[in-house]
């Protein structure tokens, strides 16, 4: 079973940056596109990035293009997700995802096999 944790969540003035990384074990994660979706408060969860299993594609929400970039290393099974200029638009519970298919990267969550907890990412304007 493929275990996804987050870390790095935290509160940080608008204007600021902050990196979230999800460390997966339990499947080859090398082979998996993974992805970034988040949650605010009384909203739907949305999708923020994605990246191939390579590493070689990715994709960005409109809201967070040129702010935000992901990246993997799968020699130590992570993904990350560098957040720059953060707004209060931001805050969020943001979710690590992982789809176990070769293909086309996907912006819907029921694309997703596994989900981490999810980490709390605040900004305060």
């Known amino acids: 079973q493929v275990q996804l944790v987050e870390s790095g969540g935290g509160l940080v003035q608008a204007g600021g940056s902050l990196r979230l990384s999800c460390a997966a074990s339990g499947g080859t994660f090398r082979s998996y596109a993974m992805g970034w979706f988040r949650q605010a408060p009384g909203k739907e969860r949305e999708f923020v990035t994605a990246i191939s299993w390579s590493g070689g594609n990715t994709m960005y929400a409109d809201s967070v293009k040129d702010r935000f970039t992901i990246s993997r290393d799968n020699a130590k099974n992570t993904v990350n997700l560098q957040m720059n200029s953060l707004k209060p638009a931001d805050t969020a519970v943001y979710y690590c995802?992982?789809?176990?298919?070769?293909?086309?990267?996907?912006?819907?969550?029921?694309?997703?096999?596994?989900w981490g907890q999810g980490t709390q990412v605040t900004v305060s304007s």
């Open positions: 995802a992982a789809d176990r298919r070769l293909g086309p990267l996907f912006t819907k969550e029921d694309e997703y096999d596994y």
